[in-house]
């Protein structure tokens, strides 16, 4: 299902590094326990850079706890605000999957469904994400991380390919 509805979507593909980048898209998991805070050094890593941010937190779990913190430019989700064959219904989430980021990343794990399809639909020039089997059509950038890595080290990593990259038609002496 994943295949064909982002076979439906239409986005300008364009290699695109770290340095040439206007605006990142940010997908991940957040619970009570780590509630994101690993972006928050992104965030204000990129703000201070000129760039523009935004991001969707999903939280897999049935409530919202009442004292997650919610991290910077970040608006949460959580199952219900996907269809039952896990199409987006909210228009926040609809919203984000229709911008044209330049770089999308995707720091969820194999388990975040919804938010393998969000990014499969995302119409993000750059889609960047952990290597799993089922999900390597979704990204132009497959980072091969294990599993327990966590989110701030997988955008570590990320952040460092995204970095060295050699995009065509740019001056590389940035």
């Not at 509630?35 to 204000?44: A, E, H, N, P, V």
């Not at 199409?87 to 999957?97: D, H, N, Q, Y």
């Not at 969820?108 to 390597?136: E, W």
Request: charged residues 25%; proline residues 5%; glycine residues 4%.
């Amino acid at each position: 299902m994943i295949n064909r509805a982002q076979k439906k979507t239409l986005r300008e593909k364009s290699v695109m590094n770290y340095h040439h980048a206007v605006s990142f898209a940010f997908i991940y998991d957040i619970s009570p326990k780590d509630q994101g805070f690993f972006f928050r050094d992104i965030y204000k890593q990129l703000q201070s850079e000129g760039k523009s941010v935004e991001a969707i937190g999903y939280f897999n779990g049935n409530e919202l706890s009442a004292d997650l913190q919610v991290p910077p430019a970040t608006q949460l989700c959580q199952r219900k605000d996907f269809s039952w064959i896990i199409k987006p219904r909210s228009i926040f989430l609809k919203g984000f999957a229709a911008k044209k980021y330049d770089i999308l990343i995707d720091l969820t794990n194999a388990r975040s469904y919804p938010m393998k399809y969000l990014a499969a639909i995302s119409r993000a020039k750059y889609k960047v994400g952990r290597q799993h089997p089922d999900f390597f059509k979704i990204y132009d950038l497959i980072i091969d991380v294990d599993e327990s890595c966590s989110p701030a080290k997988t955008s570590e990593h990320i952040f460092h390919y995204l970095k060295i990259l050699k995009t065509p038609g740019y001056d590389q002496s940035v």
